[in-house]
């Protein structure tokens, strides 16, 4: 800890405010610019997207509009087949015309169901191809077994035309290609009847090569999936017809590739982040469907080249933004220097007083603004403060010396209360014992206990209402007025009477006390009370029952002189407790203001009902405390506890 007049090592105002200035403009700068940035960001994405997402649409336009070309001959073809069925010489003129017409077909066939052709024959399947050029009339190489091909099943299950998945055709082309097949139906009144498929093969080259041509920036490329994910077209030859976007999905253990390869073979149109092992770089994906076919086109662009034009503007700006933060920590430290030269000639003045020098003077202000109108204000602080620290040396020695006699104060009080136990040890008929905790250093709750005669013990409990020295007084005087009437009058409702009237008189500060007054018979167990307004005790019979005395109804003491009080009477067996206690108990509050409650005594009481009364008194008290844990005490807090054995011996 610095000790005064010492004066700690640090940065001058100058200097901090030169920091929180460019910190604050900096931190401003960093944030517009962060937002500018992802803001041009989002638009540029969006901008490339819609750019993206509109050339993959005119490409699968583009390749569309063949393939379209391509299914219209197979359809015409199967209807007029339907509807009659041509001889084979028929058949081949209207296959090999349709090659001949159609540059883009690279072959066609009729595969017809067993016995659908003619009667004899089991399987009828004449395909055509080119061959230099040319269409040429070919064996399909799988004669016995077409049926089991996806080319033929397919559109037999489902009905309608299809294009197959990409494969490779060793029979009659050996190139990779897809076929388009359509069924053919014979309708006979309510019946229809599934007759073969005429199909019409398209190789793959011409498609690769229109998709080689789709590109975006300097290294983008597109390529083609099937629907079922494979690659037809991509500019890794190992990936075509080897791998699908699956198959790299999972070799990279990729969720994010694997969403994207659903998307697309879902028939979906997007935009997405590609993970970074797809380019060894981030990557973004556009991607489109291909209605005719359901297959899906992809065009991918390295984020370094979408962003560059973007990265070479914040570079820009970047270097203008260091120049200006240099220009502005110029500036500002000259404006610094100008404000901090006469706060340090104060600053030098401070430490002097500091050390206890009030009489040091304090440099005249030499201007009329903020740093002059502290030194005015300092110099007069300095004056307040030398009269001050006078005062406070006066109201010091003052307060030591209230401090002093609220301690006597505390010691009277207490004196006036019983503190020795066992009270009386040489009477086994019961046995007692009380605790007084005030709030402050003086407390108004006071309790009391004497015998009455040779067999008759008077005991109370009160509570001042007020707490510090006039209740401890009032207390004080309660106790007095208790004990002198009690060896006149032996009717605890008498006593009350009397001591109320007394408290009556000249009682302007209007006080007034709470008591619960009672005397026991220690020979018979015969207890006799009264009560002003005070809390109920809780009586623990011999089994361990808790229960609450009932009590007559009473004023306070020292409100109403006319008051009437009642007195009531039990008998107490042996092995009885009574438990009196001030509210001080039942209305402690813990940090959350939740009072402590009968419920919580009565708890505190079933678990102490075997011990001694002193040990009982101390885990009540222990009680309270640990509810109200770090709340500051509010109220005084007494507990007395007697214990009747009823095996009186004087």
Same mark, same amino acid.
């Given at each position: 800890?610095?000790?005064?007049?010492k @004066?700690?090592?640090?940065?001058?105002?100058?200097?901090?405010?030169?920091?929180?200035?460019?910190?604050?403009?900096?931190?401003?700068?960093?944030?517009?610019?962060?937002?500018s940035?992802?803001?041009?960001? @989002?638009?540029?994405?969006?901008g490339?997207?819609?750019?993206?997402?509109?050339?993959?649409?005119?490409?699968?336009?583009?390749?569309?509009?063949?393939?379209?070309?391509?299914?219209?001959?197979?359809?015409?073809?199967?209807?007029?087949?339907?509807?009659?069925?041509?001889?084979?010489?028929?058949?081949?003129?209207?296959?090999?015309?349709?090659?001949?017409?159609?540059?883009?077909?690279?072959?066609?066939?009729?595969?017809?169901?067993?016995?659908?052709?003619a009667?004899?024959?089991?399987?009828?399947?004449?395909?055509?191809?080119?061959?230099?050029?040319?269409?040429?009339?070919?064996?399909?190489?799988?004669?016995?077994?077409?049926?089991?091909?996806?080319?033929?099943?397919?559109?037999?299950?489902?009905?309608?035309?299809?294009?197959?998945?990409?494969?490779?055709?060793?029979?009659?082309?050996?190139?990779?290609?897809?076929?388009?097949?359509?069924?053919?139906?014979?309708?006979?009144?309510?019946?229809?009847?599934?007759?073969?498929?005429?199909?019409?093969?398209?190789?793959?080259?011409?498609?690769r090569?229109?998709?080689?041509?789709?590109?975006?920036?300097?290294?983008g490329?597109?390529?083609?999936?099937?629907?079922?994910?494979?690659?037809?077209?991509?500019?890794?030859?190992?990936?075509?017809?080897?791998?699908?976007?699956?198959?790299?999905?999972?070799?990279?253990?990729?969720?994010?590739?694997?969403?994207?390869?659903?998307?697309?073979?879902?028939?979906?149109e997007g935009?997405a982040?590609?993970?970074?092992?797809?380019?060894?770089?981030?990557?973004?994906?556009?991607?489109?469907?291909?209605?005719?076919?359901?297959?899906?086109?992809?065009?991918?662009?390295?984020?370094?080249?979408?962003?560059?034009?973007?990265?070479?503007?914040?570079?820009?700006?970047?270097?203008?933004?260091?120049?200006g933060?240099?220009?502005?920590?110029?500036?500002?430290?000259?404006?610094a220097?100008t404000?901090?030269?006469?706060?340090?000639?104060?600053?030098?003045?401070?430490?002097?007083?500091?050390?206890?020098?009030?009489?040091?003077?304090?440099?005249?202000?030499?201007?009329?603004?903020?740093?002059g109108?502290?030194? @005015?204000?300092?110099?007069?602080?300095?004056?307040?403060?030398?009269?001050?620290?006078?005062?406070?040396?006066?109201?010091?020695?003052?307060k030591?010396?209230?401090?002093?006699e609220l301690?006597?104060?505390?010691?009277?009080?207490?004196?006036?209360?019983?503190?020795h136990f066992?009270?009386?040890?040489?009477?086994?008929?019961?046995?007692?014992?009380?605790?007084?905790?005030?709030?402050?250093?003086?407390?108004?709750?006071?309790?009391?206990?004497f015998?009455?005669?040779p067999?008759?013990?008077?005991?109370?409990?009160?509570d001042?209402?007020?707490?510090?020295?006039?209740?401890?007084?009032?207390?004080?005087v309660?106790?007095?007025?208790?004990?002198?009437?009690?060896?006149?009058?032996?009717?605890?409702?008498?006593?009350?009477?009397?001591?109320?009237?007394?408290?009556?008189?000249?009682?302007?500060?209007?006080?007034?006390?709470?008591?619960?007054?009672?005397?026991?018979?220690?020979?018979?167990?015969?207890?006799?009370?009264?009560?002003?307004?005070?809390?109920?005790?809780?009586?623990?019979?011999?089994?361990?029952?808790?229960?609450?005395?009932?009590?007559?109804?009473?004023v306070?003491?020292?409100?109403?002189?006319?008051?009437?009080?009642?007195?009531?009477?039990?008998?107490?067996?042996?092995?009885?407790?009574?438990v009196a206690?001030?509210?001080?108990?039942?209305?402690?509050?813990?940090?959350?203001?939740?009072?402590?409650?009968?419920?919580?005594?009565?708890?505190?009481?079933?678990?102490?009902?075997?011990?001694?009364?002193?040990v009982?008194?101390?885990?009540?008290?222990?009680?309270?405390?640990?509810?109200a844990?770090?709340?500051?005490?509010?109220?005084?807090?007494?507990?007395?506890?007697?214990?009747?054995?009823?095996?009186?011996?004087?």
């Open positions: 800890m610095p000790t005064p007049g @004066r700690r090592s640090g940065r001058g105002l100058g200097f901090k405010l030169a920091l929180f200035i460019l910190a604050s403009t900096t931190a401003i700068f960093v944030g517009a610019g962060a937002y940035y992802h803001a041009a960001k @989002r638009m540029l994405l969006a490339v997207r819609e750019n993206a997402v509109n050339l993959l649409r005119a490409a699968a336009t583009r390749l569309e509009v063949p393939l379209a070309g391509v299914e219209r001959i197979p359809r015409y073809l199967a209807r007029q087949i339907g509807q009659e069925m041509p001889d084979a010489e028929r058949l081949d003129r209207d296959l090999e015309d349709f090659l001949a017409g159609n540059p883009d077909v690279f072959g066609t066939a009729a595969a017809f169901a067993r016995g659908a052709f009667p004899g024959a089991q399987r009828f399947a004449p395909y055509f191809c080119r061959r230099d050029g040319r269409p040429a009339k070919v064996p399909l190489g799988y004669e016995d077994r077409y049926e089991l091909e996806n080319w033929y099943l397919v559109p037999r299950e489902l009905g309608r035309p299809v294009w197959s998945e990409p494969y490779f055709d060793e029979s009659g082309g050996d190139i990779v290609m897809t076929t388009y097949s359509v069924p053919i139906f014979r309708t006979e009144g309510a019946k229809r009847t599934f007759c073969g498929v005429v199909t019409a093969d398209v190789s793959l080259e011409w498609l090569e229109q998709v080689r041509k789709i590109n975006m920036y300097s290294s490329y597109a390529f083609l999936l099937s629907k079922n994910g494979v690659f037809v077209s991509h500019p890794e030859s190992r990936y075509i017809m080897r791998e699908s976007i699956f198959s790299l999905a999972e070799q990279a253990k990729s969720p994010e590739l694997r969403a994207v390869g659903q998307a697309m073979t879902r028939g979906g935009f982040r590609l993970p970074d092992f797809v380019l060894g770089q981030p990557a973004w994906l556009a991607y489109a469907p291909m209605a005719a076919t359901g297959w899906s086109m992809g065009v991918i662009v390295p984020e370094a080249e979408l962003f560059a034009d973007l990265n070479r503007l914040g570079s820009t700006v970047a270097a203008i933004g260091a120049a933060f240099v220009l502005l920590l110029c500036v500002i430290a000259a404006i220097a404000i901090t030269r006469p706060l340090s000639r104060l600053a030098a003045t401070a430490a002097e007083i500091a050390k206890g020098n009030l009489d040091t003077p304090v440099p005249a202000p030499a201007s009329g603004d903020e740093v109108r502290l030194s @005015r204000s300092f110099e007069q602080m300095r004056l307040a403060l030398r009269d001050y620290i006078a005062d406070l040396t006066a109201t010091t020695k003052a030591e010396r209230l401090e002093s301690k006597i104060a505390r010691n009277i009080q207490m004196s006036f209360l019983p503190k066992p009270p009386f040890p040489e009477i086994s008929a019961f046995e007692l014992h009380a605790t007084l905790e005030p709030a402050w250093e003086v407390g108004g709750d006071l309790y009391d206990f015998l009455i005669g067999d008759k013990l008077l005991f109370l409990v009160g001042v209402s007020g707490k510090g020295v006039p209740a401890a007084l009032f207390m004080a309660t106790k007095t007025l208790v004990k002198g009437i009690a060896e006149q009058e032996a009717d605890p409702a008498g006593i009350l009477s009397k001591v109320n009237k007394e408290l009556c008189v000249d009682n302007e500060s209007m006080l007034f006390v709470t008591m619960f007054l009672a005397i026991l018979d220690f020979r018979t167990g015969e207890l006799a009370f009264s009560n002003a307004g005070h809390n109920p005790p809780a009586l623990i019979a011999p089994d361990g029952a808790v229960s609450w005395l009932p009590l007559p109804r009473g306070f003491l020292g409100i109403m002189e006319d008051a009437v009080y009642k007195t009531s009477r039990t008998s107490l067996p042996p092995g009885a407790r009574l206690f001030t509210d001080g108990v039942t209305e402690a509050m813990n940090p959350g203001q939740r009072l402590f409650g009968t419920d919580r005594l009565r708890e505190a009481l079933v678990r102490a009902r075997d011990m001694p009364p002193e009982m008194d101390a885990a009540v008290m222990e009680a309270v405390r640990g509810f844990g770090t709340a500051e005490q509010a109220d005084d807090i007494t507990v007395l506890t007697l214990l009747y054995r009823g095996d009186a011996k004087a």
